[in-house]
């Protein structure tokens, strides 16, 4: 048997962080056991289904790696076979036309809660003749559930979970138009695409029972199951704007490695022993059901951005540099593209060390790509305007003039100079920083030099002045 799993998004919305988790475990699970991973659409919604919203999941998933081994299917191109499986079920005595109203089905739910009970339908054309149909009705179509014994699911995460069919009514399959429900087009698609194995959220738990009611009905070999516990915020609560970022693509924009996220999110309701960074290839590796708690998980977005500045820093230099100028490519002021590429590659590893997001990068880069004059932090300014902070500017140019532009001969000219005045070498580095800058912060001082180079350092210190 070939493994087969599936993501199936509705597109009515943003690719959440939980959905990208399971779309993370569904891909991981199919890749440990050589198998395929597949993406579904659901967008029978027409209502509220969007290309927009369709183009924002293709994004997300391809930015997270998580490609799938066949083209996307649209659950809206099949509700013809939809259909032709709830009259195959007709036509077999599995399911039955139900000529009820409106009015009729309001009536039934207000009166069952007003008795205490669960509102379900009643069953009341379950064996009626059709002769008996009122007239100007269009049925729908519902499954004939057994009413007696008990639905069992052998969960590969929650365990045998099981509930009485007599708390289970019998569900419409084919609306009164037409159309399809979502739980038996679910159903239909996943036999259609020979998926062995669901793997989603435990939301889906309860609409699982009903699931399997339509494989039996239909003979079909069912797909084993899998319900992974939800995320929520660190109070205990359903995650939500108030707690962060969200949406994988807000990940992205605020400066996070995708690499990061899956990381995290493979650690979010998973674990392998003490294992904290795992690569891709690591993850497929060890991923397996097993390792799935059964609680849900709270989001830790200080965790997330401690891992994010690991990764952030065993990260390749030139993709971190064509990053950071695409998040600068509208800064006012800027060098040209190959000056400010060059410069960037030159002190990315220094500047990396102290990043914790692309974000925080690209800020503490924007220095490097500035026409002088820059502009200056109060602190900066402070540190330039302070008695004689110039002069000694002017003259440590004259020195700089003439060093070898490499960090370790800078490194000693700093020195030479400051112990040639009796001050400590900070007394030197911090004006000079402010001057190169416009802050006070920065990576070391040798090395920012070497990444600006002789002709840029002169000009800025002369600016200054």
């Not at 290309?51 to 099949?78: N, Y």
């Not at 605020?254 to 294992?275: K, M, T, V």
Request: hydrophobic content about 45%; aromatic content about 6%; overall charge negative.
């Amino acid at each position: 048997m070939t493994v087969r799993t599936r993501f199936a998004p509705s597109p009515t919305g943003l690719l959440h962080i939980g959905g990208a988790r399971t779309a993370l475990f569904n891909y991981l699970f199919s890749r440990h056991h050589g198998g395929q991973f597949l993406l579904r659409i659901e967008d029978t919604d027409r209502a509220r289904s969007t290309e927009a919203a369709v183009a924002v999941i293709l994004e997300g998933l391809a930015w997270l790696g998580l490609a799938p081994d066949e083209a996307p299917l649209f659950q809206s191109t099949r509700a013809a076979r939809h259909a032709e499986i709830a009259h195959a079920l007709l036509e077999a005595g599995r399911a039955y036309r139900c000529y009820c109203t409106a009015e009729e089905l309001r009536a039934m739910r207000e009166q069952a809660l007003s008795e205490g009970r669960p509102p379900r339908y009643d069953g009341r054309w379950r064996d009626r003749d059709p002769a008996e149909a009122p007239p100007g009705v269009a049925p729908a179509i519902r499954l004939k559930a057994p009413r007696e014994g008990e639905t069992v699911v052998e969960d590969l995460v929650q365990g045998p979970v099981r509930v009485a069919n007599g708390e289970l009514d019998d569900m419409i399959i084919l609306r009164s138009d037409g159309t399809p429900t979502y739980l038996h087009a679910v159903v239909v698609d996943d036999h259609d695409m020979a998926i062995t194995h669901v793997i989603r959220g435990d939301d889906h738990l309860t609409n699982t029972f009903r699931q399997v009611q339509i494989y039996q009905a239909m003979g079909w070999e069912m797909p084993r199951f899998a319900h992974i516990p939800l995320i929520h915020g660190a109070d205990g609560a359903k995650l939500s704007k108030r707690h962060g970022a969200v949406s994988v693509l807000e990940f992205r924009d605020q400066g996070f490695l995708p690499e990061a996220i899956c990381n995290y999110l493979l650690r979010l309701g998973w674990g392998h022993g003490d294992a904290e960074i795992l690569s891709r290839e690591d993850a497929i590796r060890l991923f397996d059901l097993d390792g799935v708690g059964r609680a849900a998980a709270r989001m830790d977005y200080a965790k997330l951005t401690h891992l994010n500045a690991v990764w952030l820093r065993a990260a390749e230099d030139a993709r971190l540099v064509e990053d950071v100028m695409a998040r600068l490519a509208g800064a006012p002021g800027r060098v040209g593209e190959d000056v400010a590429r060059a410069r960037l590659l030159a002190l990315m590893p220094a500047l990396k060390e102290r990043a914790r997001t692309l974000v925080d990068l690209a800020d503490s880069a924007a220095f490097l790509i500035r026409i002088p004059p820059l502009p200056m932090s109060e602190k900066a300014r402070v540190l330039l305007d302070a008695p004689g902070a110039r002069a000694l500017l002017g003259d440590l140019a004259q020195g700089l003039a003439g060093a070898a532009f490499t960090p370790e001969s800078l490194h000693e000219t700093l020195r030479t100079f400051a112990e040639a005045r009796g001050i400590k070498l900070g007394e030197v580095a911090q004006p000079l920083r402010a001057a190169l800058t416009g802050a006070t912060t920065s990576p070391p001082i040798d090395a920012t030099l070497a990444a600006l180079g002789r002709a840029e350092t002169l000009a800025r210190i002369a600016a200054a002045g």
